[in-house]
């Protein structure tokens, strides 16, 4: 019998516990808790877990909620524990609904929550969330994941709320704030998750929930205010504003890295956990651009940090995935697309933004650009972002058969094939293997690839591509930041676009010019350290603090950047000449010394740093220079003013970029005008030095590394102009200035046709197989080893060359393929002169021998490169030394060669004989009779008994790898009177071990290595080719690490004293940005400074809204 | 500049000019911009850019007077195309020669000293098999002794010097020796190869400097006398060549390489170009050598340009043309007879000629001598290799006048031959000079050649007539010191050393012969003066058989000529080679 409706006993009100964890009350608490008090849900109870331990608080929750259950905790265990604590007090009650203290519901909307849990069998249900100030802005109404885990909401933060999204729906995650789930299933998941905070703890907890079958729902008709205050880390108030930014973004990812690893079934972490960590890198990289480092460092921390506990994180992943009764399939319908992991990037500049705005009502330290300059507002930000994210898209489209397809060893690319162990052996190994040898330290350019190697777990090929495409981020990464300076983030963002389409970096690219990549990169960054260190205006004075620290940084700068381009060491003091030359020009003489003593003193310090590899390179014009320009390939000025150094840019465009940069020339006032000379200076400079050079007026440089301050200071002079465009040209009547404005942005989206263009190759005009490729059919290295030595443009080689005549350079390979050490050229030549002399005596008509000169350097072939490539690599013709090829052409002993591809011009030396081998003795005599040549002629003619007697007998022994080597000498093979060769520059290092006894070099043909052996070796015996570091190098390697470590240490310590000096002494007067008044109305002549501002005009909110309430400026 | 001069113009009490330069900053900034002068911002714009424009302008018209850049085309054109002697401090110097036939067995070195010549034969590791492929028309049999050769090895340099001559033959193993070749002397070796008769080359490889090799060949269609090359290449040219009833062609290609080589030939002949089947793929062994009978496929052509090409490796290849006396009633070359359809015209004068072929193209020939007429038929032969259309001039020097030049057209594997007598320009029995020249850059090869019949011997003091048949390759390169290794020169020969004088002032040289003692005396003391433009010349009697060796005050071209007398008959031609002068 159906129970009578108007007599039946009510049906009973689902009990539900409203919990409420207090943890840094603000002014908002008492509102919210009177909101969570004036629920009209019947049967609510409210359960407030106080962390404070602040009385103060308990009289605030004893006045607002007087019918709370308060649960006080001694000590702040995070917000997740705090709720865990309190759900395990409450019996009996369906649904728990989780607050923070932020929150101010509507009176309806526990109900409205409930009500729709019921009616979709909701797990969990949100409602919509309001900003707490104005209650018609969206702040969230659910939110989903991308594949990464990237938290996505639903809305955009700031929408309009015209009930457009007003409907219920189901959600992958449920934002915090206040949250509805039911209690079974919160205990089945067994609360949240511990060791998650912030933003994560939610996506934790409902990827979970959606894992065991729950349904999440978002129900919009509940409203909830949200002053949207973090509980977490964040709200410590004793901590920088940057600093709090960083802890809870690393709260965040950390938590998504752990929810990923804990919910995901392992064959998706194959794929998703890699492409994360690879977003995460060019994130972390985009937010060092922005001068976000401590957010950057958390980001790249994420992913170690993620992985503490790791007894906990796998207990947690077999929980998950035992109860789990839907599949990561499921998830995907509710997933955002692959977009959105950039649109949260975006994302959280806003949030940024927001957070600053907070706080500053709260009086905090508002986060702030180094220059007071009100920057775009948001509208144009959004644009120029896009246009910045636009450019990054064609670099990559541009780079995606090299990202897909491997880098070709082309020029001084790294070539990193070994693992990093090896890497490190290198560098600290005191003997170099490249050319014919030479005793002395390796680069530090090997310690900083082995860091990168070994942070990398040995991913060597990804490496090498990374250190091949890097600077085309680095790059205009460092002309962004460097354009800081002048106040106009439209200039900043113009200043790392005009970078990132001049064409330098593509034709060091396209040549496998490393050095100029390595340059490129450093260039902005080094010239806005030097600009700081000017502390002239607009570089504010707190920025110069701290002087020897910034001193001590720019010189790691330069001495890093040194270590793969030594003629950086010139570079720097280019820049330095410039500004100096420039402030003369344009009246300054008081900023000269500090330009003078600050370059000279950053690049001592550069020099000390990388000692004591730095002193040999410095005692080798060579080895800083590298090989020299022929005549056809000097740069016209035309060229060097394009920056046309290579096959990537023609015709007319780059024209183009010089005209955008003179636009601060024509613009500029004041400070504008002083720094417009200081570039242009800086630029000119560099362009002359690298015409002066090209022709044979001064010591050989690369064009590419000199050039690399131009490029960076007329990135600069635009931004510069971008800066004089919004400061200076309101100052103007109307007229042509307007007109060169306009002008100046039409020409900079014309100069950039080519690199859009270029793009289309996919792999910037760069080959596409290495040289060494065409060598694949020759024979691998047999006992003893051989060499290969190349001859021809250094651009169309594989390693770094030494000079041959103008224009062509020579190098040797263990083998057919170069090694990482061989990209690197050494401060001393060792004997590899000898080499040269033996190919300029071919050419001279001075010997038809050639292979019997080269057998004592075990060179089996030679192969001159008359293209940058193989055959269809895309390759490009390069000049042929037509004299040495020649020459070659009557040598009796070589034999041309067909390796299959015509690019290549190989000989083969039919008179080699091993690098190391046994001598026969009628080759003994020869060996240890000839003396060392003072001279390149002395030498080729001491050769003439070696050319009549050759060493076609020798026998290969001790391997085939470069090096210390062991082997065994068979019985026999050593007749009385032979002798161990060893093809190798004489040093005293080297020893030969026979089973115990320890044999001393002998030298041998001028240059190389024998080794007497006892009359006749009566058996097998073993040999073992050692050197000896000696130990005031390894002295010296160990003190390059100790200073290195010592100017980290001594740079942090500096750089946090420099933080306490405060954020307002590091920002620039706003006046210094004020636009100029138009003419008739201004009291000021445009950018020219008041010498007592009789006030600060805050700037029109309408005319850029990103100036705070206080007249401040809101950093990103 | 009007529209903003009053903006630049500081307003108002409380502005300091100069902008950075002023009043806040003074105070705030250590160093700042307190130097600034106070100068207006247009002042100071007109400095700052009148700095920027006037360096942009200034290194900009440096560099414009300077040479513009080349452009690289990934080609090697560095070819050398004559032979070189190697510089005084060369560790080595190495020499081909190829062409002759091998000369009779037991033949022993001669040394214009009395230096002791040693002898040793030695024999390969490895043996060297005929070095034709199959099928091909390998001509392995000596034709009639015509052409039997031997190496003169000359020692310009101060010092005595080692040479081993490795002769080579058809077949069989080279023969190895080695002998001192005295300073400033010279040594004749003949080329006897290994197996007898057929066809010998032979590679020269001497441990100095200075040291120059010609190959001399003779037999009783005359004598010639040749440079040997000093490099091998991938590509030769043979132009001016013939088949006919009584001349027979020979590409001789000589591989002095540690490994074999393959080589294609192409012929450009009066019936078109052609590749015949038998001519590709020759097998040219390491230290090996290849002769090929062209007659065998390439029958009745009347002219035969011959293109080598080798697919891997180089070699060096030679040409030799042997000219039979013409059968008794064959319609001669020139005759009316030989006009009608059937006729199968022989050559009218009989002769062997050795020539060297050209490594590569050039765009610039010289030939010192010239002589046409009265029984002389002068021709120049040019072929153009490339692809491209070769605007040529020929321009012809007489007593140091020039004579209005030839401009003419050579298309893309065409031959161009300019017939002297036909020209009125040139004039009939008066020596001249030929330049030819490309004058638009495409590169050629050019030939000159001489047939006498019954024509005087035009060497000054020399009476008698001669007959036969001369070919030379033009000079690329003039240079201060010349070599003529082998003269040839006895009781039966006369020689002729011409001297052109390319340059615009006059020039001085001295001929002296090499005989590894005194110098025996020549004409004149052997002193020449030549005008600018013109050319001198030396009578060279068997008096001074040893080699010639001519310094001038300035680059001049040098050519030696041969001629038989008293019956020999026989006509050589050859240039001289450079002597480096460092």
Redo the contacts between chains.
């Keep these: 019998m159906p129970a009578d409706p108007l007599t039946a006993e009510p049906v009973a009100t689902p009990a539900v516990a409203a919990v409420v964890v207090i943890r840094d009350p603000g002014s908002w608490l008492d509102e919210s808790l009177r909101a969570l008090g004036n629920q009209d849900y019947p049967n609510l109870s409210l359960i407030i877990v106080d962390t404070t331990g602040d009385p103060e608080t308990s009289l605030r929750i004893q006045a607002a909620a007087p019918d709370a259950y308060v649960l006080r905790l001694k000590a702040d265990t995070g917000f997740s524990a705090a709720v865990n604590a309190a759900v395990g007090m409450v019996e009996g009650a369906s649904h728990f609904v989780i607050c923070h203290d932020d929150v101010a519901p509507t009176p309806e909307a526990v109900r409205l929550l409930v009500e729709e849990a019921f009616r979709s069998n909701a797990g969990i249900a949100s409602p919509k969330y309001v900003e707490w100030d104005r209650s018609d802005r969206l702040m969230a109404v659910g939110a989903t994941t991308d594949w990464a885990g990237m938290v996505r909401g639903l809305v955009e933060p700031g929408e309009l709320d015209q009930a457009q999204h007003d409907r219920v729906r189901e959600i992958l995650v449920a934002p915090g704030g206040m949250t509805l789930v039911r209690s079974d299933l919160f205990k089945t998941l067994g609360g949240f998750g511990t060791g998650f905070d912030g933003e994560g703890r939610d996506l934790d907890l409902s990827w979970r929930a959606k894992l065991v079958g729950a349904r999440l729902v978002v129900v919009p008709a509940a409203t909830v205010r949200h002053a949207q205050e973090p509980h977490d880390a964040l709200s410590r108030q004793d901590t920088d504003i940057q600093e709090r930014l960083a802890l809870r973004r690393r709260e965040t990812e950390v938590a998504r890295y752990r929810t990923v690893l804990t919910c995901y079934k392992w064959f998706n972490l194959v794929w998703t956990l890699p492409l994360g960590l690879l977003w995460a890198l060019v994130e972390a990289l985009v937010l060092v651009a922005r001068g976000r480092r401590g957010e950057a460092w958390a980001t790249l921390r994420a992913p170690v940090l993620s992985l503490r506990r790791p007894a906990e994180l796998l207990r947690s992943r077999r929980a998950v995935q035992r109860s789990r009764r839907v599949g990561d399939r499921a998830l995907r319908s509710l997933q955002a697309g692959t977009a959105s992991q950039m649109t949260a990037f975006l994302r959280s500049r806003s949030e940024h933004l927001r957070i600053g705005v907070d706080h500053r009502a709260e009086g905090i330290a508002t986060p702030k650009n180094e220059s007071g300059r009100p920057l775009s507002a948001p509208g144009g930000r959004r644009a120029l972002v896009a246009l910045l994210a636009a450019g990054f898209v064609v670099l990559l489209f541009g780079s995606r058969n090299i990202l897909g397809h491997g880098l070709p060893q082309i020029g001084q690319l790294p070539h990193v094939t070994s693992g990093w162990g090896s890497i490190w052996a290198d560098w600290w190994s005191g003997w170099q293997t490249s050319g014919l040898g030479v005793a002395g330290p390796a680069t530090p350019m090997l310690a900083l690839i082995g860091v990168a190697a070994t942070a990398t777990f040995g991913a060597v090929g990804t490496l090498a591509q990374l250190l091949a495409l890097l600077p085309f981020v680095v790059g205009p990464a460092g002309a962004y930041r460097g354009a800081r300076w002048w106040g106009s983030k439209r200039g900043q963002l113009l200043a790392a676009v005009t970078y990132a389409i001049i064409p330098l970096a593509y034709n060091s690219l396209s040549k496998g010019d490393w050095e100029g990549l390595v340059a490129f990169a450093a260039a902005p960054w080094v010239l806005s350290r030097i600009v700081e260190l000017s502390a002239a205006i607009p570089v504010p004075r707190g920025a110069s603090a701290a002087l020897a620290s910034k001193v001590l940084v720019l010189g790691a700068l330069i001495g890093a950047t040194a270590a793969g381009a030594p003629s950086f060491f010139y570079v720097a003091l280019i820049v330095g000449i410039g500004l100096i030359v420039g402030s003369l020009v344009a009246g300054d003489t008081a900023t000269v010394l500090r330009f003078a003593a600050g370059t000279a003193a950053s690049v001592a310090a550069g020099f000390v740093l990388t000692l004591p590899w730095s002193a040999t390179v410095f005692s080798s014009p060579a080895a800083l220079g590298g090989p020299s320009l022929s005549s056809a390939d000097r740069l016209g000025w035309a060229a060097v003013l394009r920056f046309h150094t290579g096959p990537y840019g023609s015709g007319a465009w780059e024209w183009l970029i010089l005209v955008a940069a003179a636009l601060a020339l024509v613009l500029g006032r004041g400070w504008r005008l002083a720094w417009a000379s200081r570039l242009w200076a800086v630029a000119l400079v560099s362009f002359g030095v690298a015409w002066a050079a090209s022709r044979g007026a001064l010591p050989n440089l690369p064009a590419d590394v000199v050039l690399a301050p131009a490029a960076a200071a007329l990135a600069s002079a635009v931004a510069l102009g971008a800066a004089s465009f919004e400061i200076d040209l309101p100052g103007y009547r109307f007229g042509w200035r307007q007109g060169a404005a306009g002008a100046g942005a039409v020409c900079l989206a014309l100069a950039s046709v080519p690199f859009v263009a270029a793009s289309g190759s996919g792999r910037w005009d760069m080959p596409s197989a290495s040289p060494s490729s065409a060598l694949s059919l020759l024979p691998r290295p047999s006992a003893g080893g051989y060499r290969v030595l190349w001859v021809g443009v250094p651009d169309a080689l594989p390693l770094a060359s030494r000079r041959l005549e103008p224009g062509f350079g020579y190098a040797t390979t263990f083998g057919t393929v170069p090694s990482l050490t061989d990209e690197f050229p050494t401060g001393s030549p060792g004997a590899s002169p000898v080499l040269a002399g033996d190919l300029i005596a071919a050419q001279d008509q001075l010997t038809t021998r050639l292979g019997h000169l080269l057998a004592p350097a075990g060179v089996r072939y030679i192969v001159v490169a008359n293209h940058t490539g193989p055959t269809g690599s895309g390759s490009r013709p390069v000049a042929l030394p037509e004299a040495l090829l020649a020459g070659l052409e009557t040598q009796t002993d070589l034999a041309p060669l067909d390796v299959g591809d015509s690019h290549y011009q190989v000989y083969e030396n039919s008179a080699w004989s091993p690098v190391r081998s046994l001598l026969p003795p009628s080759a003994v005599g020869v060996a240890f009779s000839q003396a060392a040549g003072s001279s390149t002629t002395q030498t080729y003619q001491a050769q003439r008994p070696l050319q009549q007697t050759g060493l076609s007998g020798a026998k290969g022994v001790l391997g085939n790898g470069p090096g210390a080597a062991t082997g065994t000498l068979p019985a026999g093979t050593a007749p009385a009177g032979s002798a161990a060769y060893v093809g190798y520059t004489f040093s005293k290092g080297w020893s030969l071990d026979l089973q115990g006894a320890n044999v001393a070099p002998r030298r041998a043909f001028g240059w190389a290595m024998g080794f007497e052996l006892p009359a006749q070796l009566s058996s097998t015996t073993t040999a073992s080719l050692r050197y000896a570091t000696p130990w005031g190098l390894r002295v010296l390697q160990a003190g390059e690490l100790v200073v290195i470590a010592l100017a980290v240490a001594a740079a942090t310590i500096s750089r946090r004293r420099n933080n306490q000096i405060g954020a307002a002494a590091r920002v620039a007067p706003a006046e210094w940005f004020e636009p100029a008044q138009p003419p008739g109305r201004r009291t000021t002549s445009g950018g020219s400074l008041r010498r007592t501002p009789a006030r600060r005009t805050p700037p029109a909110v309408e005319q850029d809204d990103s100036w705070g309430p206080d007249g401040s400026w809101a950093d990103d | 500049m009007t529209?903003?001069a009053?903006?630049?113009?500081?307003?108002?009490p409380?502005?300091?000019?100069?902008?950075?330069?002023?009043?806040?900053?003074e105070d705030?900034?250590?160093?700042?911009?307190?130097?600034?002068?106070k100068?207006s911002?247009g002042l100071?714009?007109l400095?700052?850019?009148s700095?920027?424009v006037g360096?942009?302008v200034v290194?900009?018209l440096?560099?414009?007077s300077?040479?513009?850049?080349?452009?690289?085309?990934?080609?090697?054109?560095?070819?050398?195309i004559s032979p070189?002697a190697?510089?005084a401090?060369?560790?080595?110097?190495?020499w081909f020669c190829a062409g002759a036939t091998s000369s009779a067995q037991g033949a022993a070195p001669t040394t214009t000293t009395a230096t002791t010549t040693t002898t040793t034969a030695a024999t390969s590791t490895a043996a060297k098999a005929s070095g034709v492929a199959p099928g091909a028309p390998a001509s392995s049999v000596n034709p009639a002794g015509d052409a039997s050769g031997q190496v003169v090895i000359a020692n310009a340099g101060s010092l005595e010097a080692k040479a081993t001559v490795s002769v080579v033959g058809s077949a069989g193993t080279p023969d190895i020796k080695t002998m001192d070749v005295p300073a400033r002397g010279s040594v004749s070796v003949p080329e006897v190869a290994a197996g007898g008769g057929g066809w010998a080359g032979a590679?020269v490889?001497a441990?100095a400097?200075q040291v120059v090799v010609y190959q001399s060949v003779s037999g009783p269609l005359g004598a010639s006398v040749s440079p040997c090359a000093?490099?091998?290449?991938?590509t030769w040219y043979l132009p001016g060549g013939q088949t006919r009833v009584n001349a027979d062609e020979y590409i001789s290609l000589l591989n002095?390489?540690?490994?074999s080589t393959i080589v294609d030939l192409s012929f450009v002949t009066n019936q078109g170009s052609e590749q015949p089947q038998n001519f590709q793929g020759i097998d040219v062994p390491?230290d090996g050598l290849a002769t090929v009978d062209l007659g065998s496929y390439l029958s009745r052509r009347s002219s035969i340009e011959t293109i080598v090409k080798a697919?891997?490796?180089?070699v060096v290849a030679w040409e030799t043309e042997v000219v039979t006396p013409p059968p008794s009633g064959a319609p001669l070359v020139g005759s009316a007879a030989a006009s009608k359809p059937l006729a199968d015209p022989a050559w009218p004068t009989a002769g062997v000629t050795v020539t060297l072929g050209s490594p590569g193209a050039a765009t610039s020939w010289s030939w010192p001598d010239g002589l046409a007429g009265n029984n002389l038929q002068e021709q120049y032969v040019v072929f153009n290799p490339g692809s491209v259309q070769a605007k040529v001039r020929l321009s012809i020097g007489i007593a140091g006048a020039a004579a209005e030049p030839f401009d003419f057209s050579v298309g893309p594997g065409q031959v161009v031959p300019v017939v002297s007598e036909q020209q009125a320009r040139i004039p009939a029995g008066v020596a001249h000079t030929a330049t030819l020249t490309s004058t638009n850059n495409v590169p050629v090869v050019a030939v000159r050649t001489l047939t006498a019949s019954g024509a005087a011997i035009p060497v000054s003091g020399v009476t008698g007539t001669v007959s036969g048949n001369g070919q030379i390759l033009g000079e690329t390169a003039s240079a201060g010191s010349w070599l003529v290794a082998a003269t040839g020169l006895d009781s039966h020969h006369v020689g002729e050393l011409v001297v052109y004088n390319p340059g615009a002032t006059t020039v001085t040289a001295r001929v002296t012969a090499l005989s590894g003692g005194p110098a025996p005396a020549l004409p004149n003391g052997g002193a020449l003066t030549i005008a600018p433009g013109g050319q001198a010349s030396l009578a060279a009697t068997s008096a001074a058989s040893g080699p010639l060796q001519v310094t001038a005050s300035s680059a001049v071209f040098v050519e030696y000529d041969l001629y038989g007398v008293g019956g020999t008959g026989g006509i050589g031609l050859s240039p001289a080679v450079p002597l480096?002068n460092?």
């Design positions: 529209d903003d009053p903006d630049d113009t500081p307003e108002g409380d502005e300091v000019p100069g902008g950075p330069t002023a009043g806040l900053q705030r900034l250590p160093g700042g911009d307190k130097g600034a002068p100068s911002d100071r714009r400095r700052v850019v700095f920027v360096v942009l290194l900009g440096v560099d414009h300077a040479s513009r850049p080349a452009t690289h085309s990934g080609q090697s054109g560095g070819v050398q070189t190697a510089p401090a060369a560790l080595s110097s190495s590679i490889e441990d400097g000093t490099s091998g290449s991938p002095p390489y540690p490994t390491a697919r891997t490796g180089s480096s460092h």
